[in-house]
């Protein structure tokens, strides 16, 4: 059977089905899927009947907590397809830890706190990040933020960095109020945790065996590159992306 290319959703349950159904409609070629108990033999029958998506997107009520091993079970299925995980802001956030290790390079927060608060912009902006992803095309930090936002990039050099770099994204967030410095401790931790990522937990042998050891001094070696970037909109954007390459530190506010 002939192969078709398509985007396949993957979700825990019925009702999470449901919430998220309004948010697909305009993406060509889309397959809803319940996973269920087995997701991996949900996945090898698509593949039985000549599915083979160019794109899974992924519940985050499904992956990584209540099905840590399905990134796994999909690229063993499906190696070329790209990933893309999507949440909500009344959501925990996943963990980065988790998505490191399982280098998933795309993370779509929704700002809406419920799926009929959804505006017709997020899910335009979700069906562009589809479309794109499907066709293979890169975004830059340009593409999450506010036309005309300042974008601050950050060469990271080595492991000593860290402090600096966390310094530079908090003093892109000015002015004085309650709001803001809840905002700028957010900023931090999460540059912090994605700095380490970044350099302990994304550099992997074949096997899955890291090369580096969390908190051991280390420089960027030639060849190797994080990009840093941050940016503040001041009003947000419907959903907020977190997309890079790998290894990837990357920060939209």
């Known amino acids: 059977m002939l192969e078709q290319k398509t985007v396949l959703t993957l979700f825990k349950d019925?009702?999470?089905a449901i919430q998220c159904a309004s948010l697909f409609f305009g993406i060509a070629g889309i397959i809803r899927v319940v996973?269920?108990?087995k997701p991996a033999t949900v996945l090898?029958?698509?593949?039985?009947?000549?599915?083979?998506?160019?794109?899974c997107i992924l519940s985050s009520?499904?992956?990584?907590?209540?099905?840590?091993?399905?990134?796994?079970s999909i690229r063993g299925v499906f190696p070329s397809a790209e990933l893309l995980l999507i949440s909500s802001i009344n959501e925990p956030?996943?963990?980065?830890?988790?998505?490191?290790?399982?280098?998933i390079r795309h993370?779509?927060?929704?700002?809406a706190g419920s799926p009929e608060e959804w505006s017709q912009d997020a899910k335009f902006q979700l069906i562009t990040a589809a479309t794109k992803l499907?066709?293979?095309?890169l975004w830059e930090i340009a593409d999450y933020v506010k036309p005309g936002t300042a974008i601050h990039e950050f060469a990271v050099s080595g492991s000593d960095q860290k402090e600096l770099l966390i310094t530079r994204i908090e003093q892109t967030i000015g002015g004085d109020s309650p709001m803001l410095d809840i905002l700028r401790q957010r900023a931090a931790l999460l540059a912090d945790e994605m700095f380490e990522n970044a350099l302990y937990d994304a550099p992997q042998e074949g096997g899955g065996r890291k090369l580096y050891q969390k908190g051991e001094q280390r420089d960027i070696h030639p060849g190797e590159k994080i990009p840093s970037a941050s940016g503040l909109t001041a009003k947000p954007l419907?959903?907020?992306?977190?997309?890079?390459?790998?290894?990837?530190?990357?920060t939209t506010l």
Not at 44 to 55: A, F, Q, S, W
Not at 61 to 72: C, D, N
Not at 107 to 111: V, Y
């Open 134 to 137: 499907c066709n293979g095309i």
């Open 61 to 72: 009520r499904l992956y990584p907590v209540h099905e840590p091993g399905l990134v796994a």
């Open 238 to 250: 419907p959903w907020r992306l977190l997309m890079a390459g790998e290894p990837f530190l990357l």
């Open 14 to 16: 019925g009702e999470d």
């Open 93 to 103: 956030l996943p963990l980065l830890h988790k998505l490191a290790v399982d280098r």
């Open 35 to 37: 996973a269920g108990s």
């Open 107 to 111: 993370l779509a927060i929704n700002q």
């Open 44 to 55: 090898e029958r698509l593949k039985k009947i000549g599915i083979v998506p160019c794109l």
